[in-house]
């Protein structure tokens, strides 16, 4: 199924007209979180198909857009933080968020409270393996594992958790952004055991083959 992931940036072939005939045989939206809810929103407006959403570390606070509208969440989408659903056929969880590097910011994490979120989502994440024959298709984040696409400064270090995460439960995909890496030179894809890593700033589209007993 062709996947269409944003994060980070308005871009504006996305924010206009043009997203219909694009982006037609797209079957599902992910967002990594720093975009505003107005974007998301026109995005879910465009294309009929489910918008999940996991808010970055500058989403922590209401929006105003210029019509006067003050947005805290953007209408029409799914936020997946700290569960998991099924849409589409496949298998979303979700992690918002960065590494704590302020001493407040609702969207900013120790490792060990990102490993807590994680832990809560083990019995859903069994009940999968059960029905569905898989754990998880993909784990949706803001930030980056750690020392897999993150920055040397604070703010952009990546969660360590994720990586003992996906050894365990093995998701085909972890799509995050925060990181702006564009240009020939930036690694965007990565395989880490079972997982492909992928930096989805500011934009990118998958082909995520649907698998399993959860079709």
């Known amino acids: 199924m062709k996947v269409l992931a944003v994060s980070d940036r308005v871009q504006e072939h996305i924010y206009s007209d043009a997203i219909r005939d694009l982006y037609a045989d797209v079957g599902i939206v992910f967002s990594c979180g720093d975009l505003p809810f107005y974007y998301l929103e026109y995005i879910v407006t465009m294309l009929p198909v489910p918008l999940l959403y996991v808010r970055g570390n500058h989403d922590d606070h209401p929006q105003h857009t210029s019509t006067g509208r003050v947005l805290t969440y953007p209408q029409g989408c799914i936020n997946v933080d700290g569960w998991i659903t099924c849409r589409a056929g496949l298998l979303v969880g979700g992690i918002e968020g960065s590494i704590r590097y302020l ?32 754990y998880l298709d993909v784990l949706l984040t803001h930030a980056p594992p750690y020392g897999i696409h993150d920055g040397t400064d604070l703010a952009h270090t990546g969660f360590r958790p994720f990586l003992a995460f996906m050894r365990l439960f093995r998701p085909r995909y972890l799509l995050h952004g925060h990181v702006h890496q564009i240009g020939p030179q930036a690694v965007r894809e990565t395989r880490y055991f079972d997982t492909w890593v992928v930096n989805v700033y500011p934009h990118t589209v998958l082909d995520i083959p649907l698998v399993g007993k959860g079709r």
Do not use: F, I
């Not at 609702?106 to 898989?134: F, I, Q, W």
């Open 103 to 134: 001493p407040h910011g609702e969207c900013m994490y120790s490792d060990y409270e990102v490993a807590l979120k994680l832990a809560r989502m083990t019995p859903a994440l069994v009940l999968n393996k059960r029905r569905h024959g898989r």
